[in-house]
């Protein structure tokens, strides 16, 4: 009954490598989320799409990049990885409109070295 | 600006217990408020949320408009209950962004 897969659940990567996270989601929705969660910070919004090949800035986008080209599809890059990106990585989607429920990914736990 | 203040990091209570999570926001307009909660291992996941005015899992919660508080509480802990729980912030119900802000979170125990 998985709703949202990402593609990897551990990932070890070094200091400069360019780093894809896959998200897919089968329940048609429209609105999908990038999160990073951190130990006493929460969870901090990377970045949002809200159509294919929409996308709008989180609170911190800043070494990211996402890509949409398909619904179903939301693709997490950084560009460049860096050692203060090893983090968990979160993946959502929802139905549009504020009240609706998001429904999360198992999470990718990604170090950099 | 939107702000979701969690004041307890850690919160440990005994089996049978009263709990309450704190949960206070800041923003003017018309928020849903939601609960999420992260049980070991498993994926982050909706409790409840203000608008459905629903008890899951014996735990309420009451939006206070006049504090702008929305704490979640439970009358009796159970050694289930441990988990991470987040307090979450939409700004606009009808927004079709429908992006949420979240707490920092609150590690709730419960010994047995």
């Known amino acids: 009954d998985v709703k949202v897969t990402q593609s990897s659940r551990y990932l070890v990567k070094r200091t400069g490598e360019k780093v894809f996270l896959e998200c897919v989601q089968d329940?048609?929705?429209?609105?999908m989320f990038w999160y990073r969660q951190d130990p006493g910070l929460g969870l901090r919004l990377i970045y949002f799409?809200?159509?294919?090949?929409?996308?709008e800035k989180g609170d911190i986008p800043e070494g990211y990049s996402v890509s949409r080209e398909k619904k179903e599809r939301f693709s997490l890059i950084l560009e460049s990885a860096s050692t203060n990106q090893t983090s968990m990585y979160l993946c959502?989607?929802?139905?549009?409109?504020?009240?609706?429920?998001?429904?999360f990914g198992p999470g990718t736990r990604l170090t950099v070295l | 600006a939107q702000r979701v203040t969690q004041p307890e990091k850690l919160l440990s209570v005994f089996k049978g217990a009263p709990v309450e999570l704190k949960c206070n926001y800041s923003y003017s307009g018309s928020p849903e408020l939601f609960w999420y909660v992260q049980y070991s291992r498993q994926r982050l996941q909706l409790l409840l949320r203000?608008?459905s005015r629903e008890s899951i899992k014996g735990f309420t919660a009451d939006l206070n408009k006049g504090e702008t508080s929305f704490h979640l509480k439970k009358p009796f802990a159970q050694e289930e209950d441990s988990a991470m729980y987040y307090c979450?912030?939409?700004?606009?119900?009808?927004?079709?962004?429908?992006?949420?802000?979240f707490g920092r979170g609150t590690q709730l125990t419960v010994w047995p």
């Open positions: 799409s809200y159509d294919v090949k929409m996308k």
């Open positions: 203000h608008i």
């Open positions: 959502a989607s929802s139905l549009p409109a504020g009240w609706n429920e998001q429904f």
């Open positions: 979450a912030l939409s700004p606009d119900r009808g927004s079709t962004l429908g992006r949420l802000y």
């Open positions: 329940m048609d929705h429209e609105n």
